[in-house]
């Protein structure tokens, strides 16, 4: 079965300083790997993913990811927060390999980026 | 592509009523979820389609829930008699048949149980 962990409920930062949001995961074939953004009463916005090839993934809003496959993670990253990146982020994994389509989600980090 | 469509965006009703939300995915999209999220989780797979066949379905669905999608576009989530429990949004997402896709949100609709 497919898995993913966000072992941090709360992250916060200063403006300006560089930000990384954790996630593992745990599949038995090959994952898709995913984050989403969520701001309040708003549905997912996607940010970036990672299929296959280079194990850094830019994705939008000056985000990226970096998949690691021996620490099954895929943290995500941005240089320099900003306020308006206050929200709640979601990392998700598709294991497609088994013949599986179903998308499973963290249970969310939330980011406070403080001015 | 006018994204994902959902209605209505926010519900209030008594418990042991019936409700039925609505989700338009983007066209041409073959797959449709359905997603529960409650206030401070994660959203959590109730089920999914391909075309107009629910090929997966979660322990979460309990015989009070069901969903159709008829004609391989439009969606339905229905829920019998709501209980207090139900109260949560209920977000719906479409992607294209192939293999890595994005999957695309919609804005959710809220359900308020009282």
């Known amino acids: 079965a497919q898995s993913v962990a966000q072992p941090e409920d709360q992250v916060n930062v200063a403006e300006g300083n560089p930000l990384t949001v954790k996630c593992t995961y745990s599949?038995?074939?090959?994952?898709?790997l995913f984050w989403y953004v969520q701001y309040p009463n708003r549905g997912l916005q996607f940010l970036l993913k990672?299929?296959?090839?280079?194990?850094l993934v830019k994705g939008s809003y000056g985000f990226e990811a970096e998949f690691n496959k021996s620490q099954t993670s895929f943290h995500l990253k941005k240089p320099s927060a900003l306020v308006s990146d206050s929200a709640l982020y979601f990392c998700?994994?598709?294991?497609?390999?088994?013949?599986?389509?179903?998308?499973?989600f963290g249970a969310g980090t939330r980011l406070f980026v403080k001015a | 592509d006018t994204g994902v469509s959902q209605n209505p965006r926010h519900k209030i009703t008594k418990r042991g009523q019936n409700v039925t939300f609505r989700c338009d995915p983007i066209?041409?999209?073959?797959?449709l979820y359905w997603y529960r999220q409650t206030l401070g989780q994660g959203p959590e797979f109730l089920t999914y389609?391909?075309?107009?066949?629910?090929?997966?379905k979660s322990r979460l669905l309990s015989d009070r829930f069901s969903a159709e999608r008829p004609k391989g576009s439009f969606s339905t989530l229905e829920i019998q008699r709501t209980e207090q429990g139900d109260s949560a949004m209920y977000l719906c997402?479409?992607?294209?048949?192939?293999?890595?896709?994005?999957?695309?949100f919609g804005e959710g609709s809220w359900l308020t149980v009282v």
């Open positions: 599949v038995s074939g090959n994952p898709y």
């Open positions: 998700a994994v598709r294991d497609e390999s088994t013949g599986g389509f179903k998308t499973i």
């Open positions: 389609f391909q075309n107009e066949a629910q090929l997966e």
């Open positions: 066209s041409e999209h073959n797959r």
């Open positions: 990672y299929i296959t090839g280079d194990n």
């Open positions: 997402a479409s992607i294209p048949g192939q293999p890595g896709n994005t999957i695309y």
